[in-house]
């Protein structure tokens, strides 16, 4: 459980290569540690490698064939190879076993926001901030989805929520930015790149 822990702690700061060992000596010394195999596919996912992640995520099914999160990072994985029919079905069976996922009702807004589905994509934001009311990326995402249908009051005020709920997260403070230009108010646009940068120079 310590190697599991050291590597969430690397992928929560974004050291997904780092990350990749302390979960394998995980598995090596649990190898049914169904989660371990799940961060190790999350882990080889936002580093590219999309084969291991995927062989990852089925073995964690093997594991445990309702497992939610691991339908989840199968859609995030269809999702980046840019098979967004196959990348709803997995969502929505990480949603059929676990209504409460939040996460998995963000990135299945996500995908609709890209198919320009605003209005879907905000029912599903809002969904998320329901199971979880403090879900800081969900009110980020719900105030790109309204700036998307020109409600630029309601998109302002949901991804301040965001900030205040994470206000070490550069993602509100971005996204407000690209509000700001749409809106040619390049000060306040400037202001929040910015704050970003203070947060993640990166």
Same mark, same amino acid.
């Given at each position: 459980?310590?190697?599991?822990?050291?590597?969430?702690?690397?992928?929560?700061?974004?050291?997904?290569?780092?990350a990749?060992?302390?979960?394998k000596?995980?598995m090596?010394?649990?190898?049914?540690?169904?989660?371990?195999?799940?961060?190790?596919?999350?882990?080889?996912?936002?580093?590219?490698?999309?084969?291991?992640?995927?062989?990852?995520?089925?073995?964690?099914?093997?594991?445990?064939?309702?497992?939610?999160?691991?339908?989840?990072? &199968?859609?995030?994985?269809?999702?980046?190879q840019?098979?967004?029919?196959?990348?709803?079905?997995?969502?929505?069976k990480?949603?059929?076993?676990?209504?409460?996922?939040?996460?998995?009702?963000?990135?299945?807004?996500? &995908?609709?926001?890209?198919?320009?589905?605003?209005?879907?994509?905000?029912?599903l934001? &809002?969904?998320?901030?329901?199971?979880?009311?403090?879900?800081?990326g969900?009110?980020?995402?719900l105030?790109?989805?309204?700036?998307?249908?020109?409600?630029?009051?309601?998109?302002?005020?949901?991804?301040?929520?965001?900030?205040?709920?994470?206000?070490?997260?550069?993602?509100?403070?971005?996204?407000?930015?690209?509000?700001?230009?749409e809106l040619?108010?390049?000060?306040?646009?400037?202001?929040?790149?910015q704050?970003?940068?203070?947060?993640?120079?990166?």
């Open positions: 459980m310590a190697y599991y822990y050291l590597g969430l702690s690397l992928l929560s700061h974004r050291h997904y290569g780092e990749t060992e302390p979960l000596i995980a090596d010394l649990q190898p049914d540690y169904v989660q371990a195999h799940l961060a190790l596919g999350d882990a080889y996912l936002k580093q590219g490698d999309t084969t291991e992640a995927r062989a990852e995520y089925l073995r964690a099914l093997e594991l445990q064939p309702g497992y939610a999160a691991a339908f989840h990072g &199968l859609g995030r994985l269809f999702e980046v840019g098979q967004d029919d196959q990348a709803e079905q997995q969502y929505r990480a949603l059929e076993i676990n209504v409460a996922f939040a996460d998995a009702y963000t990135h299945l807004g996500d &995908l609709y926001l890209r198919k320009n589905r605003p209005e879907d994509a905000i029912d934001f &809002l969904k998320a901030i329901s199971v979880k009311p403090d879900f800081s969900a009110y980020t995402r105030g790109v989805a309204y700036a998307k249908e020109k409600s630029y009051n309601d998109a302002i005020a949901a991804i301040r929520k965001g900030q205040t709920l994470s206000p070490q997260d550069p993602d509100p403070y971005v996204s407000l930015a690209r509000i700001y230009v040619q108010s390049f000060r306040r646009a400037e202001a929040e790149i704050a970003a940068l203070a947060q993640d120079n990166d």
